[in-house]
């Protein structure tokens, strides 16, 4: 039972929900009295300061040790930069018309930022079709109609400006991907320059890429080849826009921002550090970063 609190101290609170609290007080300093969060709502972490300002003032270092601290940002690719996951959505809607199916979002939601035989294997046997058209058939089908498609991405609101504003104030910006290189080339072959400004590029066929996302391994790859890598995976925020993309960073130790597509589940957006409708409403001061000069919103 807790002794009734001297004060209370609200703090910024890091989480989009307090079921995640207990994770957090396991980040407090050694010695801290770890009953000493209370509750959080919204966006107060209400804090019990139970000893000295200076553990409280431990507690805020904690509840800030993401934001405010970020010095190399790592972007994902498809949906996130590049506007291709409708292609994926459109060449699957048209193989499961063929099988009188129809394509919708929770499946997608799974299958999004995987490798592709992982994400292949859950397309035919939870559309019930795994005994007319096996993984790696489905891949083929959907490679051979994805091919005219992949050259014509566009770039995602917000994507060149964000990309453009780090690269000219020094910070180390990088993509990972669970895309093959073969995929990469035709996605990026209309947007070369501004993929020159990457640090460097994880693809999904890397040979240290050993699991795809949800797995950390791509974060963990690009974490590492930074020019002063392996990067503080605290001091890295990722930007993504699929749960399994989230659920990789996050097991990557790192901090990060999910774009999702607003057909996404909600319930998808929990395990993200902040959730945003597009890169254009990113803060970078939020993250210690140096601000935007333009006002684009
Ligand atoms: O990791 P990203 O760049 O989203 O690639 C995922 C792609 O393989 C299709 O979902
Ligand atoms: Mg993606």
């Not at 300093?29 to 000493?36: A, C, E, I, N, R």
């Not at 503080?232 to 130790?253: I, Q, T, W, Y």
Request: hydrophobic share 40%.
């Amino acid at each position: 039972m807790l002794a009734s609190p001297t004060r209370f101290v609200a703090l910024r609170n890091p989480f989009r929900s307090s079921n995640k609290i207990p994770s957090f007080i396991s980040h407090f300093p050694k010695g801290f009295p770890q009953k000493s969060v209370i509750r959080a709502s919204g966006n107060i972490l209400s804090v019990a300061a139970m000893s000295t300002p200076a553990a409280v003032a431990a507690v805020a270092a904690v509840a800030d040790a993401g934001r405010g601290s970020i010095t190399h940002v790592i972007f994902d690719m498809d949906g996130l930069l590049l506007d291709t996951e409708k292609f994926y959505t459109e060449v699957q809607e048209k193989i499961l018309a063929r099988y009188n199916k129809t394509f919708d979002w929770s499946l997608k939601a799974k299958m999004m930022g995987r490798k592709a035989i992982e994400a292949a294997t859950l397309f035919v046997e939870e559309c019930g079709i795994s005994d007319s058209l096996s993984p790696e058939e489905f891949i083929v089908e959907r490679e051979s109609m994805l091919q005219d498609l992949f050259p014509t991405s566009d770039l995602m609101p917000g994507a060149s400006r964000l990309l453009r504003h780090l690269h000219s104030k020094g910070i180390p910006i990088c993509v990972a991907t669970g895309t093959h290189t073969r995929h990469f080339d035709l996605k990026t072959q209309r947007h070369r320059e501004l993929f020159s400004l990457m640090h460097h590029i994880v693809r999904g066929d890397d040979p240290e890429v050993k699991q795809g996302k949800p797995a950390p391994d791509g974060f963990l790859a690009a974490a590492r080849r930074f020019e002063d890598g392996p990067v503080d995976p605290r001091k890295a925020l990722v930007f993504e826009d699929a749960p399994s993309g989230v659920l990789a960073a996050k097991n990557a130790g790192m901090n990060v921002i999910m774009v999702p597509d607003p057909r996404l589940d909600k319930s998808y957006h929990d395990v993200a550090d902040q959730v945003l409708a597009s890169l254009l409403d990113f803060k970078p001061e939020e993250w210690g970063l140096p601000p935007f000069e333009d006002s684009q919103n």
